[in-house]
């Protein structure tokens, strides 16, 4: 079975600096997908990022990018230009490779990251 | 605009009765997933169906049940057997064949008092 683990529980940074997640992973699968989900304090559950394994470009979506080190089963999540909406916990997930129907994500503790004024 | 229904937002549950949360959508996906959430332990897996009238356990199923009578609906039931009910309940879908991750509800909150 697969394990995600987040091993930070809370993190705080000023406004503007940059801050990174750390999440790694445990499989024995070759192919499969990584995301990172952010839950504001609406509890709205949104896609932040996305990752493909057989991909070795790192992801990235403006200000959220991530380091993804395959052989190591790391997936961090660094974001630039910290802003005040980036206040949210946020959860690191894994997917095996679908072909066809429902494909369950398996999600990490989850992080909770505070952007200080 | 698309998206997925959950409701109520709020519910309270007295102790020994069963309760249903609902979950509809209207994104034309084909695979449906409820989720519990609890502090400091993410997001667990309790069912998903990915067609009409098929569904399987998730890692926490013990306790609900659901169904999944209509493509657009899938609806959970908290029985009297589960112990420890409160909780943050999410609904997700997905299209089939999917590597693009979820659509979530809103969510709903469900207390026992």
């Known amino acids: 079975a697969q394990t995600v683990t987040q091993s930070q529980p809370e993190m705080s940074v000023q406004e503007a600096e940059t801050v990174t997640l750390s999440c790694t992973y445990d499989?024995?699968?070759?192919?499969?997908?990584l995301f990172w989900y952010k839950q504001p304090p609406s509890r709205q559950m949104i896609l932040v990022i996305r990752?493909?394994?057989?991909?070795?470009q790192n992801a990235t979506e403006n200000r959220f990018s991530v380091n993804f080190q395959k052989a190591a089963k790391s997936f961090s999540l660094k974001i630039s230009d910290s802003q005040l909406g980036d206040t949210a916990m946020y959860f690191c997930?894994?997917?095996?490779?679908?072909?066809?129907?429902?494909?369950?994500?398996?999600f990490g503790q989850g992080t909770r990251l505070t952007i200080n004024p | 605009d698309g998206g997925i229904t959950q409701s109520p937002k709020y519910l309270f549950r007295k102790e020994g009765q069963n309760v249903t949360l609902s979950c509809e959508q209207n994104?034309?996906?084909?695979?449906m997933y409820w989720y519990r959430q609890d502090p400091g332990q993410g997001l667990r897996l309790i069912y998903y169906?990915?067609?009409?009238?098929?569904?399987q356990k998730g890692d926490i199923a013990e306790g609900y049940s659901v169904s999944r009578e209509k493509k657009e609906s899938f609806p959970l039931t908290v029985t009297s057997a589960q112990k420890n009910p409160t909780a943050f309940y999410l609904c997700?879908?997905?299209?089939?064949?999917?590597?693009?991750?979820?659509?979530f509800g809103s969510g709903t909150r469900l207390t026992v008092v």
């Open positions: 499989t024995s699968e070759s192919n499969y997908y």
């Open positions: 169906s990915q067609i009409v009238n098929d569904f």
């Open positions: 997700a879908s997905s299209r089939g064949s999917n590597n693009y991750g979820y659509t």
């Open positions: 994104l034309n996906h084909d695979a």
């Open positions: 990752q493909e394994a057989y991909k070795q």
């Open positions: 997930a894994f997917m095996k490779s679908p072909f066809q129907g429902a494909q369950k994500l398996v």
